[in-house]
Each structure stands twice: as C-alpha cells, then as structure tokens.
C-alpha cells in the first residue's frame, strides 16, 4: 500500500532524545513508524530536526522491549502479573517504610518520562514514604548550572528562549558541543551568523564543529574556566566596559564582587588556563560591547569538581555587561535529556516541591499538605539525599531500597564498579523501564514502561517550554504508561488518586504550584506551549527578568568566588587528562539508538580521540588498540587520531554497549551539589599489542 493513504495515522509528538524539544508528526500505519514529518509551526523547531528524532525510533518495536513485569527469585527473573508485581513492590516498600523508616527509600525519577510523572514519583515518595529522597539525572549534568542562576538571578532555567539565541549580537558557547548535543539549535545560530552576522566565541578543550566556526576560540587548560571568566569580568569592569546603569539600579553586591576578582588579573589567567592574555582580552572586549549577549554552556562546565562555581562565575559575567532581561540575552544552560528540565521543575529534587518551593520552609510544606489531604506533620521538612548519596549509600544501612525510573544508574554514574557493588548489596530495588537495563538486572522486581509514543503527557525543553505529546500507538504487550503504573502502586499503598489522564495530574499540580498556575492542557493543546512561570491566566514568561530577578528585592546578586584546584589533575603516572561527551547519532548507553542500523551503521565503534602529537609520541594510528587506565580501572578501545583534541587530552564518547567509561571515572564531585566531576578523570595510555 502506498503510504499517503487514508489509515496513515499523523500524531503531534515530542522528541525524547534532548532538551532542545523539537516537536513534529509521526506518521504511521499501525506500530510501524513511516516517517517523522517537522511542521513550520512547531514552536522550538520549525521545520528543523536532527538524525536522532527523524530516525532513531526503531527501539519502539525492537523485539527485546520489556512487555512483561519480572520478578527476581532464585537469582533468575520469572514473569509476572502486574498483580503479583505490584502487591510485591506495595508489600516490601510499606514493609521498609514502618519498620525501618522512611529515610531507608530512595527514588530516582526519569528525566525521560513526563512532568506528570515526575510529578507522581516525588508525590509517592513525599506522601506515602515519607521521604524527601527524589532525584532525577541533572545532578549528573545541569545541577551545578541551576545553582549558579539560583546564587545571581534566582530562577533555575534558560533566561529566554532560542529566538532570543538567534536574535542575540553575540553567542558564547562554553563547554558546549552544540552541533552534536543541541543540533537544531547550532543549525539555527550557523543560520543567524550567516544571515545576520552573528558573532560567535567558544571556549572549549575541544576543537569541535562551532569552535571551527567561532570568531574567537579560547582554548583553556582542563578545569580552568572559571578563571578566565572571573578575569574577564574583573578587566571589564576596570576599564569601565561594564553597563554601570544596570549593576547600579538592578544588582546587590557589586562593591564586594569587585573585591573577590583582586586575583584574577589576566596574568594570572593565561598562567592557568593557558589562553593568551591578548585572546581573553579581545573575547572580554567583543562581550563587554555587543549590544545583547546568550552564553550557553554544558556539561564541559559543570561536571566539574567546582562545577557550581564556575557556572556561577559564567553569569556573574553576563551580570556585569548587563545582559539579563533584555531580547537576545541572558544565560543558557543546555539542558540535556528532552525532560530533565521537566523532572525538576516538577518536584524530583530532595529540596523542593514541584514549582522549586522549598521543603524546608513550614508555609511551604503546609500549603502542599493541605492539597494532597493529610496534616502537615505527614510531610517531612528534611532535605533528603539525592542520585549520588543514594547510590554511595546504596546497600548500607543508610538506604536499604530503591525504585529507578528510566535511568541507567548503573551505566552513567561516576565509578562503575562501586555502583554495581551498591546495587547488589540493596535489600530490595525496583525499575521501571521499557528494555531489561544494565540498571534493571540489579532489580528485584521490573516493571515494564512504555516510551512516550505509546503515552499522553508534557515535556519541557531547555527554554523552559512545557509542550504536549499524543499517544501514536497502543502499549507494547502488557507494558504500560509510568503514570498509570504509579498510580496503580500508590493505591495499592492505600492512596486512591483515581487519575484517568494525565491532564488531571497536571491540573492538581497547577492548582498548588505557583509557577504552573496558568498551565492547562486546554492551553498546551495542539502545537500550543507555555514558558514556565505561567500566571493564573495563561500568560507565559518566554524571557525571564524584564520586570526584575527572581530574588528576594528583585535585585540580581554578583556572587563572590574563590579558585580552588580541580578534585583530580594529571600527575607522573596519570598524566592525560580524559575528556568525555555525546556525539550526534547516539544517546547514552545506546538503549535506544543502538537498536537501529540507520545510525548504529554511521557510528558503530567506541573510540578515543588522540591529539596529533601524542600519536606521534606513542606511535599510534586511527585503529590502534590502546589501554586507557585511570585510578579506578581500565579500558581496551581502538584510537582516533584527530586535531579535534590537543597535547595532553583525550576524548571519549559516553556511548558504549558495555560500561566503559565510567569504569575510569571517580567519584569525586561538587560539594555544592554533589555532581560528580566527570569531567577531571586524570589517566595514562598504552598501546597495545599488534595482533
Ligand atoms: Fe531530538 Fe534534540 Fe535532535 Fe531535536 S535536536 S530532533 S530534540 S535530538
């Protein structure tokens, strides 16, 4: 048959592979996906999409999609009734809870699966465990960033949205592979620089595609960022390039911001980060005098051992040349996974409850006590732990169980090894999730979920936009939506919500949470969206902060820094430093995107990129085996030699079929925020052996 036929069903979706949030029609026939079609009216997007959301669907229907629950007994995995499945998980955790106490639960939630969703997993933590210990997976990656917009600006989001991008004088991007990791969104900034003449700086350890494109590409030694961008704020505002008008009507603390940067002269920044002074004055100049200024940053800033800091020093930055609150400004953090904005906004933090409202504060906890029937006492005012603490304390006394929503814990957190050791010393351990992960085979029961093809519900990208997604097809087998699971186990925990769709969990959320009151599905219908916070009427908030900064007095603050030494540096021994991140075609452990040959075929190799000159020096060739070992392990993998990395660094993709990276890095983290620095993994190199 031909497709164009009649039965071809077009469904408005959502793509699930990053924050960008591209959203186009799936046309199908039945389960078979024919084509994803982009539309011009969709909002983040356009008629744009990358490799990933036009072709990387095929998992939908792999064969090994989990369809049944399972239930763990002799060491083997039987299958099981969702009954007998969920009376297990309702039984053991209530079992848990009463006799050991709530705080002996951790829940980690999807960044994948939807706000409602998410919303459920922190409710069924708060309000049946008793436990404010939720989380979802950007500890791993974006946390440090919400915490620098939270010291300077106050809200924990991209200050506009990628029209703002586009219509900005001038793009910084930091420690960001946009092409790769947020392609539509490079797509459109190679377009406003070609256009309109955009000016583009980057700085990054790693020559990527947009560094090849930038007018200045500042190349700063591992760990170092936060340096040049404290002495660029410090020339600035010596050589009276600041916008004065705006530090002295909009921001607290500039007299003792000033102070702080005394030792970052840029002396003392080319000594550190290796970028010569005349560069880091030039890109400071090229910021302090264009008109509005967005600077993007990623993960090469934030998984960091100071990541936190860094990322503040980046919006002290943008503080200091006035650019928040106007069109085409403000800072950027590129969120990753399509909903790991989603996932905190709507509750999965151990601090706060949906709408980033503080559990610790009483008028807070009230408020949400009231909503959801129980006395305030019900709710605990602790700060719980979160994805590090629980998975290092996985096992011990400290947390006997866990339930793991649609995350590959056991393949994307720091030491690999003390992970899985973790995990099988847990008394008990849940996960949901559409495939038996490497996570899932630690579990005692799993419970089969469905992607987001076969549900309804809302994402949000990284501009803050809460989009709608339709259900394309039916459930796989028995596997079935995370919100009806949730809902089935929080009434066999004895809490009847009775939820039919997940535009009534929505509505509950919105009629507690300030940030989301104007949110409806009646409003998101469509190709409608909302930019968070969203008044009571409807109207959205595409910019943050024309009206003033989310603080106390409005006023944004310039939040003093110190240096401190990154956690783990090169020494005799391990004298390389191992940089890491995503490429275009894949997605994490390839879960997904390694069930097609579409993109498996245009990249089926792990690899680490080699500088030039230490090929030479160690006689390496493309296709070379080699020994990668840090302090933790080691890994065998074939060398790509390329001028994409310099000296003393090396590069790998986090996508592997087999843990691999993580069995390199440590688990020395952020303070702050307890981010593992993933990005300071010091390591040395063997070539291996012909065969
Ligand atoms: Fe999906 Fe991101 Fe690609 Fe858009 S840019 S299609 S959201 S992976």
């Not at 969990?505 to 104007?518: L, Q, R, V, W, Y």
């Not at 005799?572 to 940089?579: G, H, N, P, Q, V």
């Not at 879960?591 to 075929?601: A, D, F, K, P």
Request: glycine share 8%; aromatic share 8%; proline share 5%.
């Amino acid at each position: 048959k031909h497709w164009r036929q009649p039965e071809v069903k077009r469904t408005k979706t959502v793509c699930t592979y990053c924050g960008v949030g591209c959203s186009f029609e799936m046309w199908t026939r039945d389960r078979q996906i024919l084509k994803v079609q982009p539309v011009e009216h969709a909002p983040a997007n356009g008629i744009s999409t990358c490799i990933k959301g036009k072709f990387a669907w095929d998992f939908v229907n792999d064969p090994k999609r989990l369809t049944t629950p399972l239930i763990r007994e002799n060491g083997q995995f039987r299958e099981a009734s969702w009954d007998e499945a969920l009376d297990l998980v309702a039984r053991r955790f209530m079992q848990i809870r009463d006799t050991e106490g709530p705080e002996k639960i951790g829940f980690i939630g999807s960044s994948k699966a939807s706000n409602e969703e998410a919303y459920l997993t922190q409710k069924i933590a708060r309000l049946i465990i008793g436990t404010n210990s939720v989380d979802n997976s950007s500890r791993y990656c974006q946390n440090p960033a919400t915490k620098g917009l939270f010291r300077t600006v106050g809200y924990g989001g991209d200050a506009g949205t990628i029209e703002d991008m586009e219509k900005a004088e001038l793009i910084v991007i930091v420690g960001s592979n946009l092409s790769e990791n947020h392609p539509v969104i490079a797509s459109k900034l190679k377009a406003a620089r070609k256009l309109r003449g955009q000016k583009l700086i980057v700085a990054d350890v790693r020559g990527h595609e947009m560094a090849e494109r930038a007018d200045i590409f500042l190349r700063p030694n591992a760990s170092t960022d936060m340096i040049w961008a404290s002495a660029m704020a410090r020339y600035i505002l010596d050589n009276d390039l600041a916008d004065t008008e705006f530090l002295e009507t909009k921001v607290n603390q500039v007299e003792e911001f000033r102070e702080s940067l005394a030792p970052f002269t840029m002396e003392f920044a080319e000594q550190k980060t290796g970028i010569p002074k005349q560069q880091l004055i030039d890109a400071a100049e090229m910021i302090a005098r264009a008109d509005s200024v967005c600077l993007l940053w990623a993960m090469g800033i934030t998984q960091h051992s100071h990541g936190a800091d860094i990322s503040t020093s980046l919006s002290n930055l943008l503080l200091v040349t006035g650019n928040y609150g106007k069109p085409g400004t403000g800072g950027y953090p590129m969120r990753g996974h399509n909903n790991v904005q989603g996932a905190s906004d709507f509750g999965c933090l151990k601090n706060m409850y949906p709408g980033y409202e503080k559990v610790s504060n009483d008028e807070v906890r009230a408020k949400w006590a009231k909503a959801w029937g129980v006395p305030p006492e019900k709710l605990s005012g602790e700060v719980g732990s979160d994805n590090f603490l629980m998975v290092q304390d996985a096992g011990t006394e400290k947390l006997q169980a866990m339930y793991i929503i649609g995350e590959e814990t056991a393949f994307s957190d720091a030491n690999a090894n003390s992970v899985h050791d973790s995990f099988s010393n847990l008394e008990f351990m849940v996960v949901q999730d559409i495939f038996l992960s490497r996570t899932a085979q630690f579990a005692d029961v799993v419970l089969p979920a469905c992607p987001s093809v076969e549900k309804e519900g809302t994402f949000t990208n990284t501009e803050r936009r809460i989009q709608r997604f339709y259900q394309v097809m039916p459930p796989l087998g028995n596997s079935r939506p995370d919100w009806e699971i949730l809902t089935d186990l929080a009434k066999r925990m004895g809490h009847d919500w009775g939820y039919t769709h997940p535009s009534e969990i929505m509505a509950e959320c919105a009629g507690i949470s300030e940030m989301f009151k104007g949110v409806s599905y009646e409003r998101l219908e469509g190709w409608k969206s909302q930019c968070w916070p969203v008044r009571e009427d409807g109207t959205d908030t595409p910019l943050l902060y024309t009206d003033g900064f989310h603080t106390d007095d409005g006023k944004a603050v310039l939040f003093p820094l110190e240096w401190k030494e990154p956690a783990e540096g090169p020494d005799a021994e391990y004298d390389l430093m191992l940089d890491n991140g995503r490429m275009l075609e894949h997605f994490q452990g390839l879960n997904q995107t390694g069930r097609g040959e579409r993109l498996m075929s245009r990249s089926p190799n792990w690899f680490v990129e080699v500088s030039p000159e230490l090929a030479k020096e160690k006689n390496i060739e493309d296709g070379t085996w080699v020994k990668v070992t840090s302090r933790r392990g080691s890994v065998e993998v074939q060398a790509l030699v390329t001028e994409r990395v310099r000296g003393k660094t090396l590069f790998m993709p986090i996508h592997q079929g087999k843990p691999g990276l993580n069995l390199l890095t440590g688990e020395h983290h952020d303070p702050d925020v307890n981010t593992p620095a993933y990005k300071e993994t010091a390591v040395k190199l063997e070539v291996l052996p012909r065969e």
